[in-house]
């Protein structure tokens, strides 16, 4: 979406403008949510659709979590407005986990309670970006990062990373896309779509980037309890004091304790930023469902050992999809490092039929695996990768193994 098309939005012909904005007009839908629908429709139909492209996980949220939300329906100080920037009980948990897990000490007045991760972004990109502002986007990046740019009318610059190198993004190169407009990177660590997990040693080299040309970092940590062999948890501002004045962190419950429908994250930032995004949503959502954020505080306010049992169901699942991976012809897959997604190359497929029909791209190839072997992956192109797909691996042990043997299949028939 880039502010030149915004130029073309006249009919040509009658100079009228069109029914829906210019700014909403050139948003592209989300093409992780369109694949899972495409495969939950075909599945109602009965169809055997095994589904690697939701981004959430398999399990039921802890029975904990639960009773609480059960409880705070049944207070009646729950059935009014709260303040928008969250209930105090859970800002405070959100100070207590955040130096908990992190390490990062915070206060309240710094935290604002938003409508999942993803208001989170929006309200951050909004918030601090201007109509041309630039943002470094490492590819592959998560399919909402460029469109929640664009919707405050600055632009998104993708700066590429390989699968050479897991995917990691370096100081070296976000240095070559710098220009005097860029005022923001978004850094996803670990990573949706790739996996990848950001070392101390990079975070700090990409954190003295940052302070060296003035940059805002949003660093989304919504996957952080997801990382595997042994790689710790590391947080930006932790890793760079220096940068906290300038770092917004975004993180919340869906990913790490499987809540993804309760719908709440949150940002944390300076005083000043956090208070104008708290403005910007009091006129758009106000709180969040104080039912979903009292379950939240119980979420924050247990152990983790929930987090790790599950933890334990991705790990098994992680070295079989990449076992499996390794097993297909002309498909490369790295050994996905964190979150719970594979992010395999089929550029080798490209170009090739499959039985009788020639795949040129991964949207292509998406469509017809669905098709042939009823297995729904996103392809690469929504997180800007062709040539790639996304393979959640958040889903049962017999179903991932099963859906790996039909790609198996089909793919030996690539001619
Ligand atoms: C990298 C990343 N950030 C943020 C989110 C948003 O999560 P939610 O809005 O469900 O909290 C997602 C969800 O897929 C994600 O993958």
Known sequence: MASEQFENSRNETTGEKGRISELISAIKPSATLAVDAKAKALKAKGEPVIGFGAGEPDFATPEFIVEAATKAAGDKTMHKYTPTSGLPALREAIVQKTLRDSGLPISTSQVLVTNGGKQAISNACLTLLDPGDEVLLPVPYWTTYPEAVALARAVPVEVPTSIEDDFHVTAEELEKHVTSRTKMLILNSPSNPSG????ESELSEIGDFALEHGLWVLTDEIYEHLTYGGRPLVS???????????CIVVNGVAKTFAMTGWRVGWMIGPNDVVEAATNLQSHTTSNVSNISQMATVAALSGDLSAVAEMKVAFERRRQSIFKLFGEIRDVVCREPE???YAFPS??????REIRGVKVETTVELAEIVLDL????FVPGEAFGAPGYGRFSYALADADL???LSRLIELFSEVK
């Open 346 to 351: 089929f550029e080798k497929l490209l170009g």
């Open 401 to 403: 193994g099963e859906g």
């Open 373 to 376: 072997a009823k297995v729904a």
């Open 338 to 340: 964190g979150a719970f």
């Open 236 to 246: 930006l501002p932790v890793v760079k004091p220096e940068l906290r004045e300038k």
């Open 196 to 199: 990848a997990v950001l070392s």
